[in-house]
């Protein structure tokens, strides 16, 4: 996990934007992480931040109207992605970036696998949970059909499912949701990828299995060393699981830390809010302290910090000087990153400016409303009363 | 305080007097109940579902019994047989994995599901005799909010026109007066009155519950059912709709029956908790007392299996294995205790803690088939260590050992004991027969499978009496 070594996946100032009528949404920004070697990597943030996207973008999945723009992406020093000029000036793909049909013979699925949020959407209704697991072993690893079969049952008792010679035959809605995203990660493992990309694998599951799922997984990390990127919105999930964290905000990296650092060291507002915000299991919180407002559009951000309208700390100066994810700290040897001017690495004028007024956002009170322009009458008067961002 | 004002202002003639009253916001009148006493008592519920419907229903075909066909229906046991009350100006948290009872029991109280059995007192009248025009009166004071506030909203209506239609249901106040008090209850729970006109896409997900929470309180009920409000909504946001309902609840008086799955939640809003696991209420305490004294395995189970947001908290977690079973046919006695890692040892047997210990252990492994066939001496050492429990224990499952163990002669069945005859032979290992012969012997003989616990016990925080349904308490 030193940060010496080469990372397994490096990311580096990508670029994902999606090409509506309504505009052009910059899904994700600009984001830089690494992966190392068996390391589990958080990617948090509420629903709209990129999160998604941005581990779509890593398989280049991203589909029309969405594209990937700009940035690289290079995993075990191959290109997935990169942009180079062109004779004409123009942005082209490099050279040395991998086809399509390498992306799909040996990169998805052999290299890096992914499990989704819904184990009832991944799999297909109408074949047998064995069969599909038996053919995509057979695809990817060249066995034959028998040798594929038993690897399959193989791979489905490891992840803990009893009778797997039974279960093989068995059809997706007789497994319990739980058990579903046993038969995801037995496919996402079976092709033993250094790299499994987790979109929210435990959201859509009860605690009790929730937790079943966990300690597969760290189970399973350990014995096959494989690295993870873990999406999610759940602070919990984060601090069981993860090794460093990034947290998004609006399509941005706005703080990239250890994991202890950024629970015990939180150095972006964001951060801190959503931590503030959540109700603990473990005790009574008297009063939530909720963050103001909503997420604005990713088709139209904020000016300056893309926090700044909901940000407590929030001067003058946020509102002007876009900040970069910039090392504040270091943490063991590990870069602690934060995306907010009032750290000392930021020579911008923090400490001098004045603080903003409270004033209410504009965005928070029609959020899905984008066709309503800033001159709609009812407008100018919602402001002063505020939806969500009143309280 | 002004949406009083405004009903105050009009008398609707239609309402029988004692009602009058009810028009005038969160202030009752006389025959009401006092902040602190039962408002809602729900005494020996149940709901149950038919399995299938249509015309051969119920009609089941086995061809090995006489005679063959046989009519009855099962039932799935959705809420089965539960008891307690609800105070005024209280938060009552119901809480459980998806499947156990919980949002029935909701839409039961409610009588949106007809009861299949027991009683519903709200203000000492049993909501389950109530049918037409008395029930349709009755649900002015007890409403309801959904999960999902996109669904929940009718997308074609103007959100004034959703928040003052259960007014017009009721008949409260005229057009007017509707109006201003949707555009006060808009206020009240945070949305700006000017969106009056608005169609409910034009309003994020925190807002439409929001107009869910105004949609409830226009006929100022005195109850409110809250299935999961907030479980579809970003942890920010969750935050602030929390924080209004219980201004809200403070404001008018009202009392929650609060369902979520999420226990933080729970933790946040609730003054009491209750516990359900598959159609049961298994513990019911104050809830400082359940989260820091849980008494039923089940609740500890749930707590222990929360992810904390916490790095430097990783105490090792007691999974719980194995998933829930059907209810159509639960388990008998503490429904729980199929999963129960503190199952009571049978009271037939001496046992040591470790010998009992191994046993459940071994068990559960044979009736989840856990394990892959190996030899009896392998499973011997893997499940006991090598010592087999003393006595009669030790020899049930040795039977059973050798009926799983892959080394299995055919000689090992005559040693077994006097009905195996007929396995003999029989080269696969059988699965079936051991699970039944260790759950026969074991699982079905323990206290837990023979009584339904119910005990009350003394709380550690705070005063209230603890309710737990576990056995450990005899």
Redesign the interface.
């Known amino acids: 996990m030193s940060s010496e070594s080469e990372p397994l996946l490096r990311v580096e100032n990508l670029k994902t934007q999606f090409f509506t009528e309504a505009g052009t949404v910059r899904a994700v920004d600009g984001i830089s992480f690494d992966v190392h070697e068996g390391e589990i990597v958080g990617l948090v943030g509420e629903s709209g931040a990129g999160k998604s996207v941005a581990s779509m973008s890593l398989l280049r999945l991203v589909e029309s109207p969405g594209e990937i723009v700009g940035g690289e992406i290079t995993y075990k020093g191959e290109t997935i992605f990169g942009l180079e000029e062109g004779p004409d000036g123009e942005l082209q793909e490099r050279e040395d970036m991998l086809s399509n049909q390498e992306m799909r013979d040996r990169i998805r699925g052999n290299e890096i696998a992914v499990i989704f949020q819904d184990p009832m959407e991944s799999l297909n209704p109408v074949f047998t949970v064995g069969g599909q697991l038996r053919e995509f072993i057979e695809l990817n690893r060249d066995l034959s059909s028998e040798q594929a079969r038993q690897e399959a049952v193989e791979m489905l008792r490891e992840v803990g499912i009893p009778d797997p010679e039974q279960r093989y035959d068995e059809y997706p809605h007789q497994f319990s949701g739980g058990m579903r995203q046993r038969v995801l990660i037995a496919m996402a493992l079976a092709c033993e990828p250094s790299l499994i990309i987790a979109d929210e694998p435990t959201t859509a599951l009860d605690v009790t299995v929730e937790g079943q799922i966990i300690d597969l997984v760290d189970d399973l990390q350990e014995k096959y060393g494989t690295s993870f990127i873990w999406v999610t919105h759940d602070m919990g999930v984060v601090a069981e699981i993860c090794d460093r964290v990034n947290v998004m905000y609006l399509g941005e990296i706005v703080e990239q830390s250890p994991v202890d650092e950024l629970f015990y060291d939180t150095k972006h507002p964001y951060t801190e809010a959503l931590l503030d915000s959540i109700p603990r299991p473990d005790k009574t919180v008297g009063e939530l302290d909720p963050i103001e407002g909503v997420m604005p559009e990713a088709i139209s951000p904020p000016s300056g910090c893309r926090f700044h309208p909901r940000c407590p700390d929030a001067r003058e100066v946020c509102q002007r000087v876009h900040p970069e994810n910039k090392q504040v700290d270091t943490a063991e040897g590990v870069p602690h990153r934060a995306a907010c001017v009032k750290h000392d690495a930021f020579d911008v004028g923090y400490d001098e400016s004045v603080p903003l007024a409270k004033s209410p956002q504009v965005t928070a009170d029609s959020s899905a409303n984008t066709e309503t322009s800033v001159t709609d009458p009812e407008r100018g008067t919602a402001g002063s009363s505020g939806g969500e961002g009143s309280e | 305080m002004e949406v009083r004002a405004v009903s105050d202002t009009v008398q609707d003639p239609s309402r029988g007097q004692s009602e009058d009253d009810d028009l005038l916001g969160s202030e009752m009148s006389g025959e009401e109940i006092a902040h602190g006493d039962a408002l809602l008592e729900v005494d020996g519920l149940k709901k149950y579902f038919d399995q299938d419907s249509g015309l051969l229903s119920g009609v089941s075909f086995d061809p090995d019994s006489f005679p063959p066909v046989s009519v009855g229906q099962d039932h799935v046991k959705a809420v089965d047989d539960v008891n307690f009350e609800i105070r005024r100006g209280e938060t009552l948290g119901l809480v459980g994995?998806?499947g156990c009872g919980k949002s029935t029991l909701g839409r039961t109280i409610l009588r949106l599901l007809e009861p299949t059995d027991g009683s519903i007192y709200f203000k000492g009248e049993d909501l389950a005799d109530l049918s037409g025009e008395q029930l349709r009166q009755k649900r002015s004071e007890i409403q309801m909010i959904f999960q999902d506030p996109q669904s929940s909203l009718d997308p074609r209506m103007k959100i004034g026109q959703i928040i003052e239609e259960p007014m017009r249901a009721h008949g409260m106040l005229d057009d007017e007066g509707r109006e201003a008090r949707a555009k006060e209850l808009l206020?009240k729970v945070?949305?700006?009155?000017?969106?009056y006109n608005?169609h409910p896409?034009?309003?994020?997900g925190?807002?439409r519950q929001r107009v869910n929470l105004a949609r409830a309180l226009s006929v100022n009920p005195d109850f409110v059912v809250c299935d999961e409000p907030v479980s579809a909504l970003?942890?920010?946001?969750?935050?602030?709709v929390?924080?209004?309902m219980e201004e809200l609840q403070e404001e008018f008086g009202l009392t929650y029956l609060f369902i979520a799955?999420?226990?933080?939640?729970i933790?946040?809003?609730s003054d009491r908790v209750a516990v359900m696991y598959l159609g049961n209420v298994v513990e019911l305490a104050e809830?400082?007392e359940l989260?820091e004294n849980p008494q039923h395995p089940y609740t500890e189970?749930?707590?222990?299996?929360?992810?904390?947001?916490?790095?430097?908290?990783?105490d090792a977690?007691g999974?719980?294995e194995g998933?829930v079973p059907s209810p159509v046919n639960p388990p008998s006695g503490c429904r729980f205790r199929t999963r129960c890692p503190r199952l009571i040892a049978p009271d037939e047997y001496e046992w040591t803690d470790e010998e009992w210990y191994h046993t459940r252990a071994f068990m559960r492994a044979v009736k989840?088939?856990?394990f892959?066939p190996m030899a009896a001496a392998e499973i011997e050492a893997e499940f006991f260590g090598g010592d087999l429990p003393r006595g009669d224990p030790g020899e049930i499952v040795q039977r059973a050992i050798e009926l799983v163990a892959s080394d299995r002669s055919a000689g090992d069945g005559e040693s077994g004991g006097e009905s195996d005859a007929e396995v003999i032979g029989d080269p696969n290992v059988d699965w079936e027969r051991a699970t039944d012969l260790l759950l026969e012997s074991f699982a079905e003989r323990s206290i837990c499978a023979q009584e339904r616990p119910a005990y009350e016990i003394e709380s550690e925080h705070g005063t209230e009496t603890h309710f737990a349904a576990c056995h450990l308490h005899r």
């Open positions: 994995e998806s206020e945070g949305l700006d009155p000017h969106h608005r896409h034009a309003f994020s925190g807002q970003d942890v920010s946001i969750q935050a602030q929390l924080n209004t799955h999420d226990l933080s939640v933790r946040h809003i809830k400082e989260f189970a749930l707590l222990d299996s929360i992810p904390v947001p916490d790095p430097r908290e990783s977690r999974v719980l998933e989840r088939r856990t892959e």
